[in-house]
């Protein structure tokens, strides 16, 4: 099964899978085509953005779960 961690960066997790891309801008990740935050790590995008990172990886592991089933 396909996990990410919250130091997966953010060009990995959407080469998993690009259905992340909605979830990341439903957190308030709108800078994801940004060259600079696909070599952020998914704890570090939360922390500028002032997001939950467990929240988050959470959200991505359930989604990529879900697809698995």
Not at 17 to 39: E, N, T, V, W
Not at 52 to 69: R, S, T
Request: aromatic share 2%; net charge negative; charged share 15%.
């Amino acid at each position: 099964m396909a996990k990410v961690t919250m130091d997966t960066l953010i060009g990995e997790a959407i080469q998993i899978d690009q259905g992340i891309i909605p979830i990341l801008m439903g957190a308030g990740m709108h800078c994801i085509g940004c060259p600079s935050a696909q070599g952020e790590s998914l704890a570090e995008a939360a922390a500028v953005h002032g997001i939950d990172p467990i929240g988050l990886v959470g959200a991505i592991n359930e989604y990529l779960a879900a697809k698995e089933q």
